[in-house]
């Protein structure tokens, strides 16, 4: 390479809730080298999700060192990308005073409700973007306060894993906006630290990082952390943003009214936008990717983990990985299961009702139905709730032009053909890319200025196939949505009876909570 020429290459760092992935890509947006590492998400009791910070950060040592070894080329920079939502208590020195406290762990859950029972927590979530839920800070915060009194007085720092990796990585303690405006702390209007919020979660602002744009650099890696990823100390790190904005910019969607559809073990829903905006019911987030793109939309807890949990208790005949099978077993069984619903709260859910309260449920099951059936319905409600979503995305005064659509399920025919069905509008699936850390280094080749605008991601993104609603299917899903819309409201008092009840049943087995 000429002396005067730059490198071109930047790593995508995606720290994930069950792995690390490192991909290097140039400016091409070519894959040119990648790895990852995984690591395990505790549940000490239940409610609990919840991880060692040291273990995360050892695996992005380790999976850039690896990725580094592998490239011919030199590296631009690092730039990262985060799971949301995390919460960790760091003591004077940085050092972890507690595991890092994932978007999975629903301890808060009680916490939660009360913020959400109040015209003030509404409030809230219009102001900060971040729905009042247990996955978020805010209320992890309140548990804190309120369940570990004298840790909670003895933390110096509150902050999220990418801030402690980055921390550890480059001595800054910072966040960026993206990360921010998912903990329910920061005022996406203002992007600032919210008054109102920090003082409900009894911590002053000095307790967080300081407040960064996504496509802050910061000046280079301590002497130990470039010894421990084979990189120079002088190279660049950029810090970043969340995994669902990234996400978004990883598939292209990077313009008003293209919505990016995610569904791997978890799913989630999100439209770029220009500026910041929430619905006034308050079914969407809305987050931060730069100063002029945001996403509004929503995740939900059941994903693909639907069609695990069809496989283990529906057809444990079929053996593990045994979901072709079960996607050609749900397809012997008509559009829309025989009139048999299923709402697929497994893990209780996120939007667009934000609540821990939901369970699981089949309605509308006869002597007629056969296990094909249920798991049709299973995964029509999968598609269903992100329907859900969708809706709400579009109450926020969204316009919704295309949707592009990854994850697992987008290996089978059959869930492309459902979604586009039930979404009642033509799907497009991009080839090849890894989502969030794509977004993560074209984000940071914008800040580098390797390239002019992370407007290009829409060029860079090959488009496999697009599927169109089949018409009659589309009806028949458009007549059943009301009805699975509205078995949410009707089932609400028996899932808090339920609730109440817990105590004195036999104990339920521990789910695991999915990835995001």
Known sequence: MPQDARPEVVIGVDIGTTSTKAVAYDTQGRHLAAHSVGYPLDEPEPGYAEQDPQLILDAVLESVRTVVAELAEPVAGLSFST????????????????????????????????????PS??????????????MAPLPKLLWFAEQEPKLFESVAHWVGIKDWVLLRLCEALVTDHSVASATGLMDIFKLEWDTEALAIAGITEEQLPQLVGTTAVLPGLTPQAAAATGLPPRTPVVVGAGDGPLANLGLGAVHPGMVACSIGTSGAMRVMVERPSVDPLGGVFCYALTEDRWVVGGAINNGGIVLQWAGDALAPDLGEHSEAELVRLAARAPVGSGGLIMLPYLLSERAPHWSALPRGAYVGLTSGHRREHLVRAALEGVCQQLALVLSSVRSAGNEVREIRASGGFARSGLWRQMLADVLGVPVSFPAGHEGSSFGAALLGMQALGLIGSIDLAA?????????????????????????FAELYDALVPTFTSLRRLAPGLPPEPIPTPPPM
């Open 121 to 134: 927590g509404l409030a809230l979530h219009r102001r900060t973007g971040t729905p009042v839920h247990p």
């Open 459 to 483: 060029d860079l993104v090959h488009i496999e196939e697009t599927v169109r609603p089949d018409p009659a299917a589309a009806a028949t899903y458009a007549t059943l949505l009301p009805l």
């Open 83 to 118: 799971a949301m939502h995390s919460l960790i208590g760091l003591d004077a020195d940085g050092n972890p005073l507690t595991p890092s406290v994932t978007w999975a762990d629903s301890r808060s859950a009680r916490q939660a409700e009360r913020l959400r029972s109040v």
